[in-house]
């Protein structure tokens, strides 16, 4: 599941992931929207944001870990301060990518996730 408020953003992140041989199984607007959608579906991994209205991602992430410990979720933002990075990875993130990104660095992080 692919999380951004941006649309421009979650659309290239789709790319990123179609051309890499990932299938999209969902994407969310907000953290609020991310976690109800997890509860219903549980995909393999969530590429998420931070700064987000509603629900920020880190506010997501701790949700979505509530409700399944085993969540394969990685950080994806522009604001790559230390605080936020510690907080995310504390939270149970597996990886934090900052904005903007190479789409091999997207890529190499998934893989070391969902070892196939």
Known sequence: MVVDDAAFMRMMLKNILTKGGYEIADEAQDGQQAVEKYAGASPDLVIMDI??????????????????????????????????VVEAIKEGAMDFIVKPFQADRLLAAISRVLPE
């Open 51 to 84: 700064t987000m209205p509603n629900l920020d991602g880190i506010g997501a992430l701790k949700a979505i870990k509530k409700i399944d410990p085993g969540a394969k979720i990685i950080m994806c933002s522009a604001m790559g301060q230390e605080a936020m």
